[in-house]
């Protein structure tokens, strides 16, 4: 298919901004063929609907996904930045990139990235989702480990300050916006089942665990 910039891109900017609306909630969204891969294909539309000239951008995690910023930005003039500073990031779902980006200041909470997830096949995590655009708690599962759902919490605590993500998927994209509340279902699963959890995160170790291990260079050092 060829890209129309002005359809297709007005296509996609609404599917983005279902998904921002209904948090967690897959929404179709036309393909660019820009990718064999759906859900990198996927992710294609959302930059080619959100970038332009003014913004940064910038691929962590894949060579696949740096050569396909490579392209988006030929087709949008978007400027190339490091991952700490972009406004928007491109990573699989299994690199984590949540603590790394720019969050924003109180002053200028716009400077928040915007992170696009491209989903790692095998990889899915229930949690339970609440915040503006859902009408009570919900209960989805997202392909995000573990660990960068932790972080994509700690980043957003302060509420305007934080980041926001679309999650590429191979049927569509979802979006998880700072506004969004997100928390694993680890009370509902621990009522079935014992669980471990690895994590570099002293918040959620705090906030999940019963008992909490402290390793060090593969040794335990305080249990």
């Known amino acids: 298919m060829t890209w129309d910039a ?7 900017f609404h599917a983005c901004m279902r998904a921002v609306c209904r948090p967690g909630a897959t929404q179709p969204i036309v393909r660019p063929a820009l990718a064999v891969d759906a859900a990198i294909d996927h992710a294609a539309a959302v930059l080619l609907a959100l970038l332009d000239a003014d913004v940064t951008v910038a691929a962590a995690g894949s060579p696949a996904l740096d050569a396909l910023v490579a392209g988006i930005r030929t087709r949008t003039g978007a400027r190339t930045d490091d991952v700490a500073d972009a406004d928007f990031v491109v990573a699989p779902t299994g690199h984590p990139v949540a603590h790394l980006v720019h969050r924003g200041t109180p002053v200028a909470p716009e400077r928040g990235a915007t992170i696009v997830y491209v989903a790692d096949a095998g990889c899915s995590t229930p949690v339970r989702l609440d915040g503006p655009g859902l009408a009570a708690p919900t209960m989805v599962d997202l392909p995000l480990p573990t660990a960068e759902l932790g972080a994509l919490r ?3 605590r302060h509420g305007l300050v934080g980041v926001d993500a679309f999650i590429a998927l191979p049927d569509g994209v979802c979006a998880l916006p700072r506004s969004t509340q997100v928390e694993e279902l680890i009370d509902e699963l ?3 089942f014992s669980v471990v959890i690895v994590t570099h995160s002293m918040q959620q170790a705090a906030r999940v665990s019963q008992k909490t291990a402290f390793f060090h260079l593969g040794y335990l050092v305080e249990y």
């Not at 002005?6 to 996609?12: I, K, Q």
């Open 190 to 192: 621990r009522s079935q």
């Open 6 to 12: 002005v359809h297709d891109g007005r296509t996609a």
């Open 154 to 156: 700690e980043v957003n």
